[in-house]
């Protein structure tokens, strides 16, 4: 009997480190960087952090802020960064004073106007990038339009039109197991030091976890900014191999989850 024990738990070891190694080359969690409104930034600053680290993220665009560096985001989207969807009018909640300046807001939308601002945006990002948005974020992390008795969620249009949804602001990675595709679960990498974003990714991680962060603009640090020297640091830490990180753009882990869970295939 002596022998029993020691034989089981050496078993059970084998089995769980064998589980943990869900992702490409052996990792054991999925981590996506992300970013959202197309600041020009990120495109100033962002994006040559993370060219010059060899690194992939997604970028979700509107229109907007778009103009005047169309050539940029093309050259992203030829690099190799995801290039998805983010609306063309940012509807959030009409609380926020810049919407209710504009007598706008989600309480008195409509899911026909937001399938038509979608799509225009999709055209916009299309034709000046050259790239398909198969992903979609959710202006401030927001899935409803109307109010009361009358509220619908938006949720069911992006599971219809796109691979993807991505909320904001959450507090729980993504179990591939479990979630839902059309809301993938964000944090915020606003704001925050290094040493923040580090505790942030440790505490989140469980088995197999898909850890997305989403950011604004890239520069020093501010409320909704991502601290260009933090981001360095952030991408060095990730690709540590010691610590054990997939990187890859929303896309791309959604679809390897998709593969590896349901046998599904849909790009
Ligand atoms: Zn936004």
Redo the contacts with the bound molecule.
């Keep these: 009997m002596k022998y029993i024990f020691p034989i089981s738990v050496a078993l059970c070891l084998f089995t769980s480190l064998v589980s943990h190694a869900f992702y490409p080359n052996k990792t054991k969690y999925a981590i996506s960087l992300s970013f ?2 197309a600041r020009k930034s990120q495109v100033d600053i962002g994006i040559p952090i993370l060219n010059k680290h060899d690194v992939k993220a997604t970028f ?1 665009l ?1 229109p907007y802020h778009m103009k005047g560096k169309e050539q940029q985001w093309k050259r992203a989207a030829e690099a190799g960064h995801e290039i998805a969807n ?1 609306t063309a009018s ?1 509807l959030c909640t009409g609380n926020f004073r810049w919407l209710r300046k504009q007598n706008k807001g989600l309480e008195q939308s409509s899911l026909s106007f937001l399938k038509h601002d979608i799509k225009q945006a999709q055209q916009y990002i299309e034709s000046h990038t050259g790239a398909t948005p198969k992903g979609f ?1 959710y ?2 992390g927001q899935t409803f339009v109307g109010r009361g008795t009358e509220v619908k969620s938006y949720v069911p249009l992006i599971a219809e039109t796109f691979n993807y949804g991505r909320t904001w602001n959450d507090e729980t990675a993504n179990d591939p197991f479990y979630y839902d595709p059309a809301q993938i679960r964000a944090f915020s990498m606003d704001g925050k030091t290094f040493e923040q974003l580090k505790a942030l990714i440790e505490q989140a991680k469980f088995d197999n976890a898909w850890i997305v962060l989403a950011g ?1 603009e890239v520069g020093d640090k501010g409320a909704y900014t991502v601290d260009h020297g933090a981001l360095q640091q952030l991408i060095e830490y990730i690709k540590d191999p010691k610590n054990e990180f997939w990187l890859a753009t929303v896309q791309d882990v959604n679809e390897y989850i998709n593969r590896k869970t349901r046998g599904n295939d849909k790009s």
């Design positions: 959202d409104d979700y509107m983010h940012h974020a202006p401030c604004h």
